[in-house]
């Protein structure tokens, strides 16, 4: 951090040497924030219960949720339900599930939508929403923090540990 | 250096810009949850304000700064079915003089996925198409899509942007899922964009009498993406054709080749990309051809979900022959050695304030000119070779 303070200073000695600093401050507290926090809430992996398989491999979801694979084993469309961006739950999913940060999904999706070269997952407002949508479209995949109780054709799916 | 008042413009321009675009973004995000989701509509928006100590880059950006610099899209795209989709986007670009804001198709296609399984993919896009190259040229114009305000400008130059952009034609793309990652390949046979000003001023330096002419162009990307880390590759070939048609007749073929590797790397909060380039662009008739090199090696570190940071070193050589320039401006009257290179260190932050709302704060400084526009700057002789660059940018997305 020092480092990378002192070199820009020496390039814009008068010019944001201040807001630099303060900006660096916020920054290394921020990192600290960050590690500090600790982790915890599960999710589950949840489709349509139409599907006839009950495990899939982490690297399976990372090409369903970014969209690489669009459909199942079995050829049926795979439909991908997602939580607003914003949301706690799809961090926590993206970090924990799929082990990708945040934008790099985001990024996926933003240069096949501006690009015109793919569709993008359906957004929708809440976990309510997500289940009615998964009972709703066969093919579909999302997740929720937990499946509580018996749902009407909606299952969860157990992730394998083999790598591929 | 920041003068109060342009604080103020920023600001009451966002305002009232926001403000228009929220209303407009509820009814939008209605049609996207509409029936079966199959018409979706979305847009961006971002201004930037530049400052520069000496040179202009997108408008006057060296005496009181310069809000000259805005992109506003909207992106439209309707899937009747799994093997069909139709998308485009409508563009409105001011950079200085080389944009003037007029509204642009920046792209219009039908997209026909023929082959559709869950490890292979085929298919054909047909109409105006992005061309395939690079990691960013495909949205370069989409603010949320890039690391930094102004793009590698080594590699996504904005002197020639009409014919980087998009083109007119047919391109084919396979998508497979091997065991140990996915690569995508893309083909595009295309009439690249030639017929402008900006095209002229890149290849001649100066407006000649004449007309450029089109010819069937090629664009080739080979991606690969490893299932096991996070690594991501690309290698893209650019054959554009076209020839000039000089007023006092005949016709002369000119021809550009580019060769670029890409790779990034993301660990944990860290994000490395590097891009390479070779560059070279022939005058058939009187036998000149002269390679350019490019490269920029970037790091961005991800602090939390809002805040990044990011430091870039991005290198351009008009001719790597002649880096320096100086035998170039021992036989040309009109433009200095430094206007032959260019090499910019930049250092930068992004807040993203929700997933519609991003800020953005960078500087540069840059050493060389051979990136900035002669219709900003019309007198190249009057340029400074050192100069420094401060932008920050707000943008909106629904």
Redo the contacts between chains.
Sequence with gaps: MYC?EKS?TL??P???HKFMRK?LF??TS??L??LASSPGASQEIVVNASLPFNDVTQ?QL??IFSM??????N?K?IKVFVL???SKLH?DFCLRILE?????LQ?IW??M?????G??P??VKDERMMLEQIANNPGSIGYVKSLQGEMRNVKTLQIQSA?? | MLKHCKYKALLISTTIISIVITSIADKAYALNLGKNNTLRIHGFLSQGYLKSDNNHFFGNSDQKGSLDYNELGLNASYAPSEKLNFAGQLLSRRAGKTDDGDIQVDFALLDFRLINKSNYNFGTRVGRIKNPFGFYNDTRDVSFTRESIIIPQSIYFERTRDISISSDGVEIYIQRNFTLGSATLQFLVAQPRVKNLNTKLALFRQDQPGDLEPKPSFITRLAFHPFSSAFKLAYSNIRLHAAFEPDSGGSNDINFTSNIFSLNYAYQSINFTAEYALRTTEFAAVNKKQTGQSYYLQLTQHLSHRWNIFSRYDVLYQNKNDKNGKKYALSSTSAPAHSRFAKDLTVGAQFIYSKSWMFRLEAHYVNGTAWLSSRDNPDLMDTTQKWRLLSLLVAYRF
């Design positions: 990378i820009v390039l814009y008068p010019l944001i900006l916020t920054f921020l990192l924030l960050l690297t990372r090409s690489r694979v669009r459909s199942w084993s050829e469309p607003s961006s914003d961090r990708v940060f945040p934008y790099q990024r933003d240069v939508l501006f690009s015109g070269t569709s993008t359906i957004e790598p591929y």
